[in-house]
């Protein structure tokens, strides 16, 4: 499955909203149980990827609620609601519905 | 707390082998499938191989499989990543990551990584 991000790159100023979309290349919504396979991450230079969604929209433990993820199927973005100083990394969409596993190839948030 | 802690990278020629830990900490290691995850140097991440909760089932990434071999000692609390006939484009941070099932298999802990370059 592969998965394709947009933009590379996008410049958002401090406050407002950042949006990142994914999209899948097949399904990855396991119909039985209404639940998409997909996760984002966030990377900041030098660190290890950090959960940050899954299962296309419920947050991990202790995300702050300014990140949200919505989609299903093959469609998925993640938002910022207001972007803070410390969000500035490479966020990661990851299929995790078949093996093998695929990210996106990364999206670089940055300041204007 | 729960913690990953890789060991074992370094700089090879091609052609060489590699043998990478993965320290487990914090979690009962035996409940839960791990993967190992890399990323070339400026790259994005590439998923390598997975591994059962109990080591007897393992899938690998084209790009490694007949050269990797993934392992777990849950008496240790390890992971090993066997890596054979090295290529220069396997040259990567390489991470260990916990598959967590209350999220269906999202990677919830990861390591700090690695480091393997192989090089002439």
């Known amino acids: 499955i592969v998965m394709t991000q947009s933009p590379d790159s996008l410049t958002v100023s401090l406050g407002e909203r950042a949006t990142i979309n994914c999209k899948s290349s097949?399904?990855?919504?396991?119909?039985?149980?209404?639940?998409?396979?997909l996760a984002w991450y966030q990377q900041k230079p030098g660190r290890p990827p950090k959960l940050l969604i899954y299962?296309?929209?419920t947050r991990e433990s202790g995300v702050p609620d300014r990140f949200s993820g919505s989609g299903s199927g093959t469609d998925f973005t993640l938002t910022i609601s207001s972007l803070q100083a410390e969000d500035v990394a490479v966020y990661y969409c990851q299929q995790y519905f078949a093996t093998p596993i695929t990210f996106g190839q990364g999206t670089r948030l940055e300041i204007k | 707390q729960v913690h990953l802690v890789e060991s074992g990278g370094g700089v090879v020629r091609p052609g060489m082998s590699l043998r990478l830990s993965c320290a487990a900490s914090g979690f009962t290691f035996s409940d839960y499938p791990m993967h190992w995850v890399r990323q070339a140097p400026g790259k994005g991440l590439e998923w390598v191989a997975v591994i059962s909760s109990g080591g007897n089932n393992e899938y690998y990434a084209d790009s490694v499989r007949g050269r990797f071999t993934f392992s777990r000692d849950t008496s240790n609390n390890t992971l090993s990543l066997q890596m054979n006939s090295l290529r220069a484009e396997d040259t990567a941070v390489y991470y260990c990551a916990r598959d967590s099932p209350v999220t269906g298999g999202a990677f919830d802990i990861w390591g700090q990584g690695t480091v393997v370059t192989v090089s002439a």
């Open positions: 097949q399904t990855v919504l396991y119909s039985s149980i209404n639940k998409s396979y």
């Open positions: 299962w296309a929209s």
